[in-house]
């Protein structure tokens, strides 16, 4: 049976990936590969498996557009010939879509598991409410993959406790949070001469060691290149001290990780696509799940997150879930997170 390396791959939009940069990964011993169709990376990643197939975890996903029951199996069968493989060690949903019922989904999931098509079964993006209701329904669940940095720590506060307590994995994508490592300068900076300066580390290799604190939790950062890769190598390998430090920082500082209540009214949309609340009810790009939709489902409660600008915050994060938030709850306060 395959060892996982808890630091896995993260291919991202695919760009920059190639075959060669993935070999250099598998040969670091960074066996867990995750793509998407959204990503455009499966046919790079399918081409890197050729001659290492039972050497390589891979994680692939059906998009929110795809989870009625006929098109779960669709969309995996794609990907399967895509990546020219017969199995997907980990198959898991992307994002909610409240507009299609989950017993549609997991009954394709199911089909497929039982086919040998999949091996395994994950979620994405979910709350813990939801992830209950599929575990209700597909008591397999094996993991989730949600967003999981120091900037956006959400994660901690209710799903840890339950996927520690009923043994699932938790795969945290953008874990160097876009590079930003922990939301903005003030809070960097913090680390970076509290600790990385101190004992020469780079910040990736910091930032991934706390977050892997917790044994049932992998870490998927995107590679860029084999030099960024051999920052990964020494993740982990810290002194007691050091960690000590590391811990100093995110634990003794909260206040720079912790999400604030802000008025949608007071949110700067100019990045946002959608400028009113007509452009949302009409969903005229086509967004899937559109805004209507995911304000008559549940909402998911991932804050929102913005940049402080002068005296403005701009949305740069979450638009569909502001739409969503405004649709079903007008104006009152949403939950966001400040980059400085």
């Known amino acids: 049976m395959l060892t996982l390396n808890r630091i896995g791959i993260g291919t991202g939009a695919a760009k920059n ?33 050729q001659g290492r197939r039972d050497k390589v975890y891979v994680i692939t996903k059906v998009s929110p557009e795809h989870m009625k029951t006929k098109d779960v199996i669709a969309s ?65 669940i094996n993991s989730v993959q949600n967003e999981y940095n120091l900037f956006d720590r959400s994660m901690e506060m209710v799903m840890f406790p339950y996927c520690e307590a009923n043994k699932i994995q938790v795969f945290a994508y953008s ?42 939790v992998f870490v998927l950062p995107r590679i860029k290149n084999v030099k960024k890769l051999k920052e990964f190598e020494s993740v982990g390998l810290f002194s007691k001290s ?17 999400s604030i209540k802000m008025l949608p009214s007071e949110i700067d949309l100019w990045l946002s696509s959608y400028k009113t609340i007509d452009d949302a009810t009409h969903n005229y790009l086509g967004r899937s ?25 701009v949305l740069v994060e979450g638009f569909m879930r502001y739409w969503a ?10 939950d966001v997170l400040v980059r400085e």
């Open 17 to 49: 990936l190639t075959v060669d940069l993935l070999h250099a990964a598998y040969d670091l011993g960074m066996n867990v590969v995750d793509t998407s169709p959204r990503c455009g990376s499966e046919e790079v990643v399918g081409k890197s498996l």
């Open 242 to 258: 050091v960690y000590s430090d590391i811990k100093e920082v995110f634990v003794d500082n909260l206040e720079g990780f912790h």
């Open 325 to 334: 938030h405004v649709l079903a709850l007008g104006n009152d306060p949403i």
């Open 76 to 140: 995996c069968e794609r990907s399967l010939k895509v990546m020219g493989t017969d199995y997907i060690d980990l198959y898991t949903t992307h994002w909610p879509n409240p507009a299609i019922p989950v017993e549609e989904t997991v009954a394709g999931l199911m089909k497929l598991r039982d086919q040998g098509k999949i091996r395994g079964v994950g979620v994405g993006n979910v709350s813990l409410r939801e992830l209950v209701q599929y575990r209700y329904l597909m008591p397999e």
């Open 289 to 313: 799940p559109e805004p209507l939709d995911m304000a008559k489902g549940e909402l998911y409660l991932k804050p929102l997150k913005v940049r402080h600008e002068g005296t403005n915050y």
């Open 175 to 216: 874990p160097l949070d876009g590079g930003n490592f922990c939301g903005g300068p003030k809070t960097t900076s913090l680390l970076r001469r509290k600790v990385a300066s101190y004992y020469n580390f780079p910040m990736s290799t910091l930032c991934l060691t706390y977050l892997l604190r917790n044994s049932f």
